[in-house]
């Protein structure tokens, strides 16, 4: 394995440990967003900032110009790869 590999393969990793790490962050101040109610005002002692609570019009999106996919772990019923194009390829996916 290249040392390229071996890069892409740990930050792959860590962007899908960041990824479920702010899937969890985002779910729990929405929670507490909820509680504090639309439309309130929050300032942050610390650095003074104002945060409001609102109701979103909506996101913009940005595309990446290159991405990646994968095969579904273990605990996941299906990836963005499926496993039947990795091991026609020669990909072993058991251990």
Known sequence: ???QQKKFLELAKYSEQLTEKLSEVNSE???VM???GLN??????ETLLVYK??????RFTVFSKIDYVRT???DERSGSLSKKEATELGFVLVK
């Open 53 to 58: 609570v609102i109701e979103p019009k909506g």
């Open 29 to 31: 101040m929405n929670a």
């Open 34 to 36: 909820a509680d504090l």
């Open 40 to 45: 309130t005002y929050h300032q942050d002692p």
């Open 1 to 3: 394995m290249t040392d």
């Open 72 to 74: 579904a772990k273990a």
